[in-house]
């Protein structure tokens, strides 16, 4: 069989622009080899940068209680914390009166900002789950939120956008930075022109555009941002919400609890200002300082590096996939610019999940499958039973992209090499020969894992 990449012209290798943990990771295949494991599912979970790990094996002995600990490591503790929160509002361009508050994740963050918005929202239909549930939920429950379709391009797009802030008063536009489906984004100049313009407020969901472009509230002109540490090479349980403080100020605590109130008594309670108002409970301080780490290493990259690694990885996938016969790759526009390395695609008469199931178990690569939580982008898209998506990171190389292209070549002339079933939704290899780790318990882990992966989501 010849493969596609030998018709192509001869590409240089990418190496990995930093180290992450599990590089080298060797994973079983079925055919009862292994391989290095190809790890194109950063844009669900990147791995840790090797800095981060050093850095929380560094402070994991200093571990301790914050805000209000006498003891020495408390005070070491609470000034790691406040000092990673200022790294992290550092580097998404935090202006001097912004404040950072640090949450779970991106889901985390847009659903306490959804807590205080003081007005009617405006989101696009095009947005994850993320920046679209709570919206629909949470802040339609005290205000209107208008859901607005996304049109052809993406100059009528901002036409509709405009067009929608001039016929109604709205106090946030909430955007995605780039879609977690196709890498695309409408232009943020544009959209905060347009809404400042119309007296409304911007939220970027930052998911997937601060990790692979980095991100400027003071340059953009945006008042929020929302990221995740495990999108940002931390995957250590901790994001964070970054914005306009008088908001925050204001509205009600999203949680409800210790270290977020000045004072109690059984008849009235006075609430501290954010970001402690939105803190309740004890911090997780060794998930700030690993999102801290991932923050100063990404801003030590030479300008411009992050976005060539990115962008020759993208391209590179793309025109592979573009080469093979019933591979659709998916755009929400025609005429948008500088995606991010994600990149979502169809094959012709083969369901997503047998694709990535015989990735997985035949090539050692790992992609992600179904309807990425974005059902109304999918839907869009005309690929309402889901599609397989490959996503790039600083620890990807060209290897892990050419094996990809290679596999997919593979499987359309060859068909899959071992046999498939479909258990409880998931696609998987009938009677997998492959071990798993020799860990107590994993087997059932494993059987739990199986069962909870359900129909394509």
């Not at 918005?117 to 802040?139: I, Q, R, T």
């Not at 695309?184 to 409304?200: I, M």
């Not at 025109?319 to 990149?343: I, K, M, N, Q, Y």
């Not at 599609?387 to 992209?401: C, H």
Request: hydrophobic letters at 50%; proline letters at 6%; one cysteine or more.
């Amino acid at each position: 069989m010849t493969s596609v990449l030998e018709t192509s012209p001869v590409c240089t290798d990418i190496p990995a622009l930093l180290p992450v943990v599990g590089a080298d990771t060797l994973v079983p295949l079925v055919d009862g080899s292994s391989a290095v494991y190809a790890n194109l599912d950063c844009a669900a979970s990147a791995p840790a940068l090797q800095s981060v790990a050093d850095r929380i094996a560094e402070v994991l002995p200093l571990y301790a209680s914050v805000h209000r600990g006498a003891g020495y490591l408390s005070q070491v503790s609470t000034a790691l914390y406040e000092s990673a929160r200022s790294t992290v509002a550092a580097f998404v361009g935090a202006r001097v009166d912004d404040v950072a508050i640090i949450t779970r994740n991106t889901t985390d963050s847009l659903n306490l900002l959804a807590g205080v918005v003081p007005g009617p929202v405006l989101v696009l239909d095009v947005e994850h789950h993320a920046n679209l549930l709570p919206w629909v939920h949470a802040a339609r429950a005290r205000h209107r939120t208008t859901i607005l379709p996304v049109a052809a391009t993406v100059a009528a797009t901002l036409d509709a956008l405009r067009a929608e802030l001039a016929a109604n008063e709205y106090a946030l536009v909430t955007v995605t930075g780039a879609s977690n489906v196709t890498g695309e984004a409408l232009p943020l100049d544009a959209v905060v022109a347009a809404a400042h313009q119309a007296g409304a407020r911007v939220a970027v969901d930052g998911a997937q555009l601060v990790p692979h472009r980095g991100f400027s509230l003071a340059a953009t002109g945006a008042d929020y941002v929302a990221f995740s540490g495990h999108k940002n090479y931390a995957p250590f349980g901790a994001g964070a919400l970054v914005g306009r403080r008088d908001w925050l100020d204001a509205g009600t605590p999203y949680l409800a609890g210790g270290g977020a109130v000045r004072d109690v008594r059984p008849d009235r309670t006075l609430w501290q200002p954010a970001p402690a108002r939105h803190e309740a409970g004890s911090p997780n301080v060794l998930g700030a300082v690993a999102l801290a780490e991932a923050c100063q290493t990404l801003v030590a990259l030479p300008a411009g590096e992050l976005t060539a690694h990115e962008e020759s990885l993208r391209s590179r996938l793309v025109a592979g996939l573009e080469a093979l016969p019933g591979v659709r790759v998916l755009r929400v526009w025609p005429d948008s610019v500088d995606p991010v390395g994600v990149v979502s695609f169809t094959v012709a008469d083969l369901d997503p999940g047998l694709v990535a199931a015989v990735l997985s178990a035949e090539h050692g690569i790992g992609v992600r499958d179904g309807r990425f939580c974005a059902h109304p982008l999918l839907a869009h898209l005309s690929a309402s039973d889901g599609a397989v998506r490959a996503s790039v990171g600083v620890g990807t190389t060209s290897e892990a992209v050419d094996r990809l292209v290679t596999a997919l070549d593979r499987l359309l002339v060859e068909g899959p090499a071992a046999e498939y079933t479909v258990v409880d939704g998931c696609w998987t290899v009938a009677d997998d020969p492959r071990p798993l780790l020799d860990v107590p318990g994993l087997d059932h882990l494993a059987a739990t894992a199986a069962a909870a992966c359900g129909p394509a989501v």
